[in-house]
């Protein structure tokens, strides 16, 4: 008995994945997971706490508040976490309101503006300020840009993805690739992969002034915009 194509493997099967939008959607991926490593590095350097592993910060908060550490790192951790979520439902509600004049590609380019501009904004004000003076600060808008980020990309040219999450991007990995669904598993590999570049390069640039990681994540960001335009103008999209 013949059966149909599993439902849970995405409306967009692996071989109507365009080999010519491969690099492209690979790369855009790659920038977006390197991204969050080099903010999660800062972060985590700086402050001892995640601004787009939020299980982190979890156990963080937990581990603090069961042996009684009301200290700056729990509180770090408590305003990604609710800032992050914050992100989150901001990012969805202006989706949910710029879909309604405008397509999906030009709001997800919109959302990945938005979250370039979180970056540039904590990466030039520790530029003139300093970090010491705005930590909370900057952890909160840095987790508001990976919340974003978490509602920037949950499909790239049909396959399902999410940059911001690699325990479940390495599961896509192996079930996909068992299914034959090897393009769909080359897009998701790009996810660990990218955030593991990422962490390294925020964790080599971590070593000279406060701004020079940020910038880095920033350049990434502009990248991943530049690049996910290009994608569209070649027949792909983002959803």
Do not use: K
Request: aromatic content about 6%.
């Amino acid at each position: 008995m013949t059966t149909g194509p599993d439902p849970n493997d995405g409306p967009l099967p692996d071989p109507q994945i365009d080999p010519r939008l491969l690099p492209a959607a690979m790369t855009v991926v790659t920038l977006l997971a390197a991204m969050s490593g080099v903010v999660d590095t800062v972060a985590y350097q700086r402050f001892g706490v995640f601004v787009a592993n939020q299980t982190g910060n979890l156990v963080i908060i937990m581990v603090d508040l069961t042996t009684g550490r009301f200290d700056s790192t729990l509180i770090a951790s408590l305003v990604s976490l609710v800032f992050f979520i914050g992100g989150v439902f901001a990012a969805v509600a202006l989706r949910n309101a710029l879909r309604r004049t405008m397509t999906r590609h030009r709001v997800r380019v919109i959302l990945l503006i938005v979250e370039t501009a979180c970056i540039g904004i904590v990466a030039f004000t520790v530029l003139i300020v300093g970090e010491g003076q705005l930590a909370y600060a900057a952890i909160a808008i840095l987790a508001i840009s990976q919340g974003v980020q978490g509602v920037v990309v949950t499909r790239v040219v049909g396959v399902a993805i999410q940059s911001v999450v690699i325990n479940s991007a390495i599961v896509q990995v192996a079930d996909w690739w068992s299914r034959g669904r090897r393009r769909a598993a080359y897009i998701a590999v790009c996810v660990p992969v990218g955030y593991l570049l990422g962490a390294a390069l925020g964790a080599i640039l971590i070593r000279f002034p406060a701004p020079s990681a940020l910038m880095s994540a920033l350049v990434l960001a502009i990248l991943a915009v530049i690049v996910a335009a290009q994608l569209r103008s070649r027949g792909g999209d983002l959803d």
